[in-house]
C-alpha cells in the first residue's frame, strides 16, 4: 500500500518554462518531506525538503509547496533547464519514526 | 570525496545462487540503509541501521540479511537467490534520520539480474 504517490510518470516541458511535479500522500502522520533527483546510473540526490510547519520552501529554481489538508504537495522548477532531465522522487516522513516513504518517481524531460 | 561506495555495480546470478552487496561510507554516518527500486515502485526500504553492530527490518526484508560490523560497512546478502529479487539496490547513510539539512547519501547502485 504505498503511502507516497507520484501519479505523473513522466512529464515534459520546454527549455525555460515552468515544471510542476505534484505528490500526493495518505498518512496524516508525515511530517517531513523531501525531493530527491536522479539522474540514469547514478544514485537519488537530495534536492529540497520542507517540514509540515511551513507551506512552501524555496531553494534557488526549486520551490516546494505544501497543502497539508489536501495532503499534497508540489514541486516547480523555474526555469526548467536541459540538466534538470531526470527523474524526481518525492518521499516522506514521520519524526516518530524517521523512515522514509518514496513515491514512485516522476520522469522529467526537458526539450530545446 | 567517496561519498558512498557500492560494489558491484552489476551482477548477474543464477537461481539459488548467494551474494553479498557492499556499501562502504566516509562521512562517518551512524545511519545507513539498504533499498530496492523496481519499476513503478520507488525506493523501498530492506533493512537498516541506526549504528554499528545494529540492523533492523524495514519494508521489504523477507530474503535478505545485513549486518553491520563497522561504522563505514554495510552488507546486505542474499542466501538463496530468486529472480522476484532482480533489481537495482541502492545504500544510503545519514547522521540521522536523514531530514533537515542532513538527508540521506545514496550510492550509484547496483543492479542485479536473477536468472
Known amino acids: 500500500d504505498q503511502q507516497v504517490k507520484q501519479n505523473s510518470p513522466s512529464l515534459s516541458v520546454q527549455e525555460g518554462r515552468i515544471s510542476i511535479l505534484n505528490c500526493d500522500y495518505t498518512n496524516s502522520m508525515f511530517d517531513y518531506f523531501l525531493w530527491y533527483k536522479k539522474y540514469p546510473a547514478e544514485g537519488p540526490t537530495f534536492l529540497i525538503s520542507i517540514s509540515s510547519i511551513k507551506d512552501k520552501n524555496e531553494d534557488g529554481r526549486f520551490t516546494v509547496f505544501l497543502n497539508k489538508s489536501a495532503k499534497h504537495l508540489s514541486l516547480h522548477i523555474v526555469p526548467s533547464q536541459p540538466g534538470d532531465s531526470a527523474v524526481y522522487f518525492c518521499?516522506?516522513?514521520?519524526?516518530?519514526?524517521?523512515?522514509?516513504?518514496f513515491g514512485a518517481g516522476t520522469q522529467v524531460v526537458v526539450t530545446p | 570525496n567517496a561519498g558512498v561506495t557500492q560494489t558491484p555495480k552489476f551482477r548477474v546470478l543464477k537461481t539459488g545462487q548467494s551474494m553479498t552487496l557492499l556499501c562502504a561510507q566516509d562521512?562517518?554516518?551512524?545511519?545507513m540503509y539498504w533499498y530496492r527500486q523496481d519499476p513503478g515502485m520507488g525506493l523501498r526500504l530492506i533493512h537498516y541501521?541506526?549504528?554499528?553492530?545494529t540492523t533492523a527490518k524495514g519494508e521489504v526484508p523477507d530474503g535478505y540479511n545485513v549486518s553491520r560490523l563497522k561504522k563505514q560497512n554495510f552488507l546486505l546478502g542474499l542466501e538463496s537467490a530468486a529472480p522476484s529479487q532482480t533489481s537495482v539496490y541502492f545504500c544510503?547513510?545519514?547522521?540521522?534520520w536523514g531530514m533537515g539539512n542532513q538527508p540521506q547519501h545514496f550510492g550509484d547502485g547496483t543492479r542485479l539480474s536473477i536468472l
Open positions: 541501521s541506526v549504528g554499528e553492530g
Open positions: 518521499a516522506a516522513s514521520g519524526n516518530s519514526w524517521g523512515k522514509l516513504q
Open positions: 544510503a547513510s545519514s547522521y540521522s
Open positions: 562521512m562517518n554516518h551512524e545511519y
